[in-house]
């Protein structure tokens, strides 16, 4: 290539560059702490941020309305409490911070588990938080003090997921172990240990009335589980890689799962039969969350979607920048979606459909 080529191919990329700027759209104060690279100086750095300035604008319907900042590393679970007033992170910083989901500041910071917390759940009545670890520990925490009320042990490997029964006297516990348990949450004990699945267990969820339990894992599974007996009631199979997230619809009817081969898969939760596989996501998918009606359900990888639960429509797709999203929740009036990300930011979405 001559020195004139060359020459010609610097000015076309500075006035490429000088076109973006000039045209991507003005970040608003969360926005751009969201935007912001962390150690990259000088022009490789200047490149990233204008990049990353760029495309997180160019898309109006992928940019979060708010960006709640605090966690050091990845963060890798997030739910809401019952009354919607405050959300909960976990991180590999090994911290859990409790937010207020109006103003975005920090209620509590809590520290107990000495490695990555993969997973918090709120009791229904939004008096106890849970936390699990890969230190295999349970943390009981009163949500009011901050205080920790409580620890459970006995899984022998990370715990990965948690779900409170929807009276809050069990609290069920997944882990890489292959084993789920049941516990006595006032008495602190173990209730039952679960185990049926040959591969880590992902992820747990109650049903509405408490009476069964759904787990998938890498197994490729998701067994039912009748709750007082202990026993599997029922094997779904359809899946064709590991399953990392189950969730009962609000009314029970509907079990949905997802997990690495890109697909969402609805249940009959009484017949165990398939209705509807939902593709569309071009990732592996991570975690799922229903509305508080069941008319949408959200699903997390690279990407977001928001889904029409009936008729299967995508109804929006929210990209993801910065990496995976690891948690996903909806507000309990479902005015709001919070994700929990890779590059360790807490995104709020507001306007959904």
Not at 113 to 141: F, Q
Not at 210 to 232: F, M, N, Q, Y
Not at 333 to 341: K, R, S, V, W
Request: aromatic share 10%; with cysteine; proline share 3%.
């Amino acid at each position: 290539m001559t020195n004139r080529r060359i020459r010609l191919l610097g000015i076309l990329c500075l006035v490429f560059l000088f076109c973006m700027m000039a045209c991507s759209p003005g970040l608003t104060k969360d926005e751009q702490k969201y935007v912001q690279t962390e150690g990259k100086p000088g022009f490789a750095g200047f490149i990233e941020r204008l990049l990353s300035r760029y495309f997180f604008c160019s898309s109006l319907s992928s940019r979060p309305d708010r960006v709640f900042q605090g966690h050091t590393s990845i963060v890798w679970c997030v739910a809401f409490s019952p009354d919607g007033k405050t959300l909960a992170s976990g991180s590999a910083d090994k911290d859990i911070i409790v937010w207020n989901e109006q103003t975005g500041f920090p209620v509590h910071t809590l520290r107990a588990h000495r490695e990555a917390i993969m997973s918090v759940a709120y009791s229904p009545d939004g008096k106890t938080l849970a936390s699990g670890a890969k230190d295999k520990v349970i943390h009981l925490w009163d949500t009011t003090t901050g205080e920790l009320t409580g620890t459970l042990t006995g899984h022998e490997g990370w715990i990965v997921s948690l779900s409170f029964s929807p009276d809050g006297k069990r609290l069920a516990s997944a882990s890489d172990d292959r084993r789920i348990i049941l516990w006595d949450v006032a008495e602190r004990r173990i209730e039952k240990v679960l185990e049926g699945h040959s591969d880590v267990v992902d992820a747990v969820a109650f049903s509405p009335d408490g009476k069964r339990l759904a787990s998938g894992s890498d197994d490729r599974t998701i067994l039912i589980w009748d709750v007082k007996k202990g026993e599997p009631m029922m094997t779904l199979q359809g899946h064709g890689s590991f399953i990392k997230a189950v969730s009962y619809a609000p009314d029970g009817k509907t079990i949905a799962s997802a997990g690495l081969d890109e697909k969402i898969i609805f249940w009959d939760s009484s017949t165990g039969k398939q209705l509807r596989t939902l593709t569309g996501q071009d990732s592996m998918i991570f975690c799922l969350a229903w509305n508080h009606d069941g008319s949408r359900i959200a699903s997390g990888g690279s990407s977001i979607l928001i889904w029409d639960a009936s008729s299967g429509e995508i109804l929006r797709n929210i990209r993801s920048f910065y990496d995976i999203v690891n948690g996903i929740a909806f507000s309990p009036d479902g005015m709001h979606l919070a994700t929990a990300q890779y590059d360790k930011a807490v995104l709020l979405f507001d306007n959904l459909p």
